[in-house]
């Protein structure tokens, strides 16, 4: 029973979607550090706020999570520059230590906010139910539709990049912020676009996890672990190297759960993490630093 063939196909189908899942997660954390070369620790709890924010458009306004989703990224858009207006920009180009606390600090300050405004609960929206057969595998509703948006809303960055002005100037930045400047780009307003993007990115991934799994305004901590992991197998500021480690991740952790245990399924982030660090250590897609 083991080794048919349907069951091989139904667990990568789940690993697929839940790795989409984890490539929008991470995908906000990977621009930032993309461009400012700052790991946003705050970035799991950026993502609990717009996931409760969607959930009280859907419990108080009545709103559908779909519809709910974009009112949440724009908020978590003005938090995320407002943050990178107000606080990040200070510490940005001191000692490197002084960013990662700040952001370490905002986590605290998002974690403590949320509970005394949302309260210790556990939160979900089981609006979706049910499950479609499709030749032959179960995909349920719910993850077929968080998995489908996550996949557009990743399409969509990804050709913002790739396409517009505004993205030309983030992978600039990226690439070589001395370099963007004399070509004429505005890296401050660059980073104040690129923190946004990635606080309205992790909205988004927030409000569609809400949708399979519940969560609390601790969940950022977990989250925040997943996206570590996703950009540390693909590759740091790799974006295509952070969705190709989201899927590595999202189909191990399926394999992991039902071969092995449940709880390994939680390890493999981990087991992951430690062998691409000590087998390549710039990651799967990531150039290595000389």
Not at 83 to 112: D, H, K, W, Y
Not at 199 to 224: E, H, K, R, V, Y
Not at 239 to 248: D, P
Request: charged letters at 10%; hydrophobic letters at 60%.
């Amino acid at each position: 029973m083991l080794w048919e063939p349907v069951l091989w196909g139904q667990l990568l189908i789940h690993g697929v979607m839940l790795g989409g899942l984890y490539g929008l997660l991470a995908l906000g954390l990977n621009l930032v550090f993309g461009v400012m070369r700052v790991i946003n620790f705050a970035h799991g709890e950026l993502v609990m706020l717009g996931a409760f924010l969607t959930f009280w458009g859907y419990t108080a306004l009545g709103l559908h999570p779909l519809v709910a989703l974009p009112f949440s990224a724009a908020v978590l858009f003005g938090v995320g520059w407002a943050l990178q207006r107000f606080l990040m920009e200070r510490v940005l180009g001191g000692q490197p230590m002084a960013a990662l606390l700040v952001t370490f600090g905002l986590s605290l300050i998002i974690i403590n906010v949320g509970l005394l405004v949302f309260g210790a609960d556990i939160r979900s929206i089981p609006l979706v139910s049910g499950s479609l057969r499709v030749a032959g595998f179960v995909i349920p509703k719910a993850r077929g539709l968080a998995f489908l948006t996550a996949m557009a809303l990743t399409v969509a960055t990804v050709a913002f990049l790739r396409w517009t002005a505004l993205g030309r100037a983030i992978r600039a930045t990226a690439q070589h912020p001395e370099v963007a400047i004399t070509c004429g780009v505005d890296v401050r307003r660059t980073r104040l676009v690129t923190f946004g993007l990635g606080a309205a990115l992790g909205a988004a991934a927030g409000s569609l996890i809400m949708l399979i799994l519940p969560m609390d305004p601790q969940s950022g901590s977990l989250l925040i672990l997943k996206a570590f992991a996703v950009i540390i197998v693909g590759g740091l500021g790799s974006v295509a190297g952070g969705l190709l480690g989201a899927l590595v991740l999202g189909i191990a952790e399926v394999f992991g759960s039902f071969f092995i245990a449940t709880v390994f399924g939680e390890v493999m982030a981990y087991v992951l993490m430690l062998l691409v660090l000590l087998v390549r250590p710039a990651g799967l897609l990531g150039i290595a630093e000389r």
